[in-house]
Structure formats: structure tokens, C-alpha cells
């Protein structure tokens, strides 16, 4: 009887002094969050069908810096995932070709490697086929294959590093081989955050509050889409499974995977977004429509779980969040090949629309 | 008398190898260049009232690459002074907020800070002025020094970062400190060539051409304007001394220097460009209109020296050209702060103009 008492009486000290409010941290937290989340590997990924080498890698990084790769000479790569603020441009909506705005979010190009395919709505498998789409796309580069590879063939030095990332082939400056470089460039841009030690074993590489955060991450049932090694990115979840959010940040004309599957099912969604460096990605959403992290993570609770998250919920699990944010590999800013006579001149004009 | 002949034999053979038309180098070449021209130092330059500090270069470097300096978000300094790309944008004329372009071609950012003042039309003393223009251009970033203070200020990093480049103020975030900062990185970007190696007594670092055309560069007389440490840079002189080139180059609404100083005499007077790195930065002239530097030097001759080059001279000339392309630092590309709450957000529209 006194013993129990006295339980009780430690008990309530110990909520006092963690706060009434607050969730406990599990003693098994880790254990139960590496049988849902997985730790970064501290080695470049193997990537379906492209050998990772030196000679690639280098080549995918002046290629992501390289602006000729637009029609305009304005855009490269980098400019909408640019490594300087988290792998994106921090704009509701990338700005391109003529000033126009692109229909969604630019996703961090950061650890892009780990997604089950590329875009909000996975329409490229891999980030190989993801690197062709903004080239071409009118509103983004506005440029062709065609262009690109005469562009590239024009600078003898870009044959050359071809040549070294492809060798045997007879003639490696193509466009496939210049998405396969691209690629293996990203696949080295893989941020290790507090989280990925903390999960090998650090017990103060993150905080009281961000274990908090994330045990309630597990527990709401956050984890239930945003999972694995990017936390997210992994599968597709309608937006709004429980309750749909209003047109302002869920507009109705973007339907997401439907327009790739065309399967009705298929509306309104998306591929769960990764959340490693999420702090560092505002606006949110495929919309980009939502700047605050905290509001949005109330925007999930609600649309997602059916649940008004409490204030106090939301800080813990941007607590959580705040652990993802990793250190972007070091990247020396690349010198890229001149121009020669017959490199294609850069071309501002906006083509009338069809 | 048979020593004669056989001195005459020798000369005819001589010229015979090294090609009857060609000029011969000078043995006194580098004596002749060192009253004319001069090496690039091997440490960063001081600069007048803005002492140069590891903190401030790091600082600066992180402005310099900042997008969010623009309205828009989409523009850094680095967009049009790209240092991958020889300093400069390889467009006719920059492209900024809402497409505009710009009315004069970008001059490169490497070496920059040697030149005697900055823009085309020297109209600003030195870089920390020159900095503080391409901000608030409304064709450029049409940005706010109140909004980019804003900006840098609601960033807490960007505070501590200022602070510790200006050490013991008060309120070290203002314009003036930016600005500041980016001419302290900016002094860090001297690019030393086979042509400094050359004035440093290396013979082999320039090639035979090289040296021929350095000396037809004096001989002519184009280092009569491209000449200093930057080979240009130094001094304004009208385009067009002997005869002007036609509006396809030197468009009739752009009169230079005289929108500074409002004299008739200046004309369509410009600053010498500075020739360090010319060959990475075409297209040419203020207006950009010239893409091919064969072309641009043979305008020279006709406009500057009332001279019309042969072929192998301007190749000579061109020769000599490649030897100022040099080494640019090595750029650890930056990791900027995150937007915070109060960070504004990016304005994309364009302002209806006057």
C-alpha cells in the first residue's frame, strides 16, 4: 500500500516535471521506429540500371548547374532544386520558360534517389526518366533533346567528360546518357540528419521533444503514409482521404496520379511526400499553397486522420520534423565549358500557345 | 660576304618555317608587356573603406548566391555573374523579374574587382556600389533595400553571419553591409592565367601564337585602351574613335557614359571592357549583339584603329585572348538559411510600368 503510493506519487512528479500534456517517450521508441523508418546508408545508392562512377557523377553535376540545358540559357537544374535552400526554390510554383508559373510544387531534389518514382505524381519511375520532363517541358526549359545534345556535342569538353562516363560507347553524348549522369549526380545528395543517428544509436542526437514528436508521428498515424527511408515518398494516398481540404490548397482542376493512371480511384492523389529537410521546403503541398509548417501538419491531421491535432501535438511533431534536416553533401560550384560557333544561341522568345 | 649570304639564307629559312606572314616575337617581349600590363596578385586585393575578412567573404559568398535578394525569388547575383560560366550569363542582355531584359550586356564578376568602376558606363565607384544596383533595378530583381533587409533579417543565421563579418556594430544587418559583403567576395574572384604565368617569367606558359598575338596587340594598338592589370578596365573611351560601328552593335539609344555625366564628349563612350577570361564570355559589347570574338576583335580594328585586320592577325590577336583565361576559385556552392515566418515571400507579379 505504501509502495503504491509512494508509485503514484513518483508518477505524478515525473508528469509534473515533463509536463502534464506531453506524451512520455517510449522506452522502445527506436525499436518500434526502425521497423517503420530505416536509417540514410552512409554510401552512394546502386540505381537500376546506371553503375554510379566518379566520372559520372561529375559530369551530373556540371549538367545540373548548366543553364544552357534551357532553351532560354536561364534555367538549369539547379534553379528550381536548388542545393543552396534544400533542394527546391521556395516558390508556391517553379517560375520558367517566359515567366510562366509550372502547375505544382518543385519536390527537393535531396535524397530524391530513395522515392518509389519522381514527381507528386509519380509519372517518371526513376530520376532518370524524372531529368527529361523539365527540359522539355514548355513552361519549365522549354527546350528538346535535340537541342540539348547539339548544345553539348557543340562543347568539346562536354564530349569528352561524356566519354569518361560512358565509355566503349561510340557515341555516349545523348540524351539518355545525359538523364543517366543527372541521376547519378542526385543519387549523391543524401542529407544524414539527427534522425538517421539518433536511429543508429545516439540517444541525444535528438531531443526530448523530437522523440516526442515522433512517437506521436507513429501513433497519430502519420507513419502510416510517410514511412521507410525518405519518411514519405514511398506510395500514393488520396488528399483528403478523410476530409477534403478547400480549393486553396487542394485546387480542383489538379487531379494527381489520375491523369497517369486515368483510374478514378486515382483522383486527387499523390505520392506522399518525403519528409527529410521538410523545414527547409516551405511553401507546402503540391499546391505550394501552405507556408507554415505547423499548418500544414494541422492540415494533414485533419484531412489525412480525421483529427484536430492539439497545438501542442503539432509542435512536438515539427519537433520530430525539425530531426530530418540533414547535411547536404558538399558540392565545389562547377566550371562549366565555354560556348563554341556552333553551340545553339539561347532563345527568350515565348512560342505562342497552341 | 659569304657570311652574308649565308645570314640572309638562314632569315629566309627562318621565316620560311615560322611563315612568311606571321610577326615575329619580340625578344623583348615581356620587358615590352610589363610596362603595359600587369600579373595578377597571388592574394586578395585590399579594398578601399571595406576591409576584407574571412567572415565577410563567407557571408557575401552566401548574398551572392541568395535568390531570395530578387522580388521575385528566382534571381542571385550568381544568375547573371554565373561562375560557372566565366562570370557573366552568355545572353545577349541579362533576362530579370517578369522576363525583362536588361538594356546591356552582364560583364563578368571575375577580376571585377581591379576595374576602375563598374557597369559599362563606370557608374558606380567600386563593387559595393555596384551591388546595391542590380537589387533594386526593376528589370533585374526589382527588389527593395527595405525588403531585403526584411528578408536577411528575419533569418537568424543571416543575423549571426552578419554579425560576426561586422564585428562590434550595433545593427550590422543594412544594405550598406550587404553590400559590403558581396565586394568582399567578389575580391575573392581573381582568375590567374598562362598569361600572368608569362609576366612571371614562365616562357612556356603562353604558346608562340599567344606571344605573336600579345605583340600585335600593343603594335596595333589595342592596349591602348585594354591595358592594366584586367587588360581593360582601366579607362572610358568612345566606341567607334575612328568610325562608328552600325546600330546592329551600337544601338543609336544607348549613349553610354554620357547618361553619367551628361557631357557631350562622352557620347557613346564606355568603359574599355576588361579582357581577362573574354573568350568564356561572349556574346560581346555593351549591346551583346557580336557572339563570335574573331568578329569582335575585327570591329575593333575598324572602329577603335581605323585598321581593317587580316585573318591571321585577328587569329593571332585571338591567340593571345586565350591566354587570359584563368583559373577560377574553387566555390564550395553555399547552404542557405531557411525562411522563417516573417521572411517575406516572393512577389512575382509585374509592376504596371510608369
Known amino acids: 500500500m505504501n509502495k503504491l503510493v509512494s508509485t503514484v506519487a513518483v508518477s505524478v512528479l515525473l508528469a509534473t516535471v515533463t509536463h502534464a500534456a506531453d506524451p512520455p517517450v517510449p522506452a522502445d521508441l527506436r525499436e518500434t521506429a526502425l521497423e517503420v523508418f530505416k ?7 546502386a540505381v537500376k540500371d546506371n ?40 516558390l508556391e510554383t517553379s517560375i520558367g520558360h517566359g515567366w510562366q508559373k509550372g502547375p505544382r510544387n518543385a519536390p527537393t531534389a535531396l535524397n530524391a534517389v530513395f522515392n518509389i518514382a519522381q ?38 569538353q562536354y564530349v569528352e567528360w561524356f566519354k569518361a562516363a560512358f565509355p566503349g560507347e561510340a557515341d555516349p553524348v545523348t540524351f539518355d ?37 515522433l512517437s506521436l508521428f507513429m501513433d497519430k498515424g502519420c507513419a502510416a503514409c510517410h514511412a521507410g527511408i525518405n519518411v514519405g515518398g514511398e506510395g500514393y494516398y488520396p488528399f483528403g482521404l478523410i476530409e477534403k481540404p478547400g480549393a486553396e490548397v487542394l485546387p480542383e482542376n489538379d487531379k494527381g496520379r489520375f491523369a497517369v493512371t486515368n483510374t478514378a480511384d486515382d483522383s486527387y492523389v499523390f505520392r506522399a511526400a518525403p519528409l527529410r529537410n521538410i523545414v527547409l521546403t516551405a511553401p507546402y503541398f503540391h ?14 491531421g485533419t484531412a489525412q486522420l480525421g483529427e484536430e491535432l492539439k497545438g501542442k501535438e503539432v509542435d512536438l511533431i515539427v519537433a520530430f520534423l525539425d530531426s ?12 562549366l ?12 522568345i515565348i512560342p505562342t500557345s497552341k
Open 39 to 45: 536509417p540514410l546508408p552512409s554510401t552512394i545508392p
Open 337 to 348: 565549358p565555354p560556348e563554341t560557333d556552333v553551340t545553339p544561341r539561347p532563345v527568350s
Open 287 to 300: 499546391s505550394g499553397k501552405v507556408w507554415d509548417l505547423k499548418q500544414a501538419v494541422a492540415i494533414m
Open 324 to 335: 530530418l534536416t540533414g547535411k547536404v553533401p558538399d558540392v565545389t560550384y562547377p566550371i
Open 51 to 90: 553503375r554510379i562512377t566518379t566520372e559520372k557523377i561529375a559530369l551530373g553535376k556540371a549538367l545540373f548547374f548548366d543553364p544552357r540545358v534551357s532553351a532560354s540559357g536561364v534555367f538549369s537544374c539547379n534553379s528550381c532544386h536548388n542545393l543552396a535552400t534544400g533542394g527546391d526554390d521556395n
Open 177 to 213: 546518357n545525359f538523364a543517366r549522369a543527372i541521376e547519378a549526380f542526385e543519387a549523391t545528395l543524401i542529407t544524414p540528419a539527427p534522425f538517421d543517428a539518433w536511429l543508429n544509436g545516439d540517444d541525444n542526437a535528438m531531443t526530448v521533444e523530437a522523440k516526442r514528436g
Open 119 to 156: 514527381f507528386w505524381d509519380g509519372r517518371a519511375e526513376d530520376l532518370k526518366a524524372q531529368a527529361k520532363g523539365p527540359v522539355q517541358a514548355g513552361v519549365e526549359m522549354a527546350n528538346t533533346p535535340d537541342q540539348v545534345i547539339a548544345a553539348l556535342k557543340s562543347m568539346p
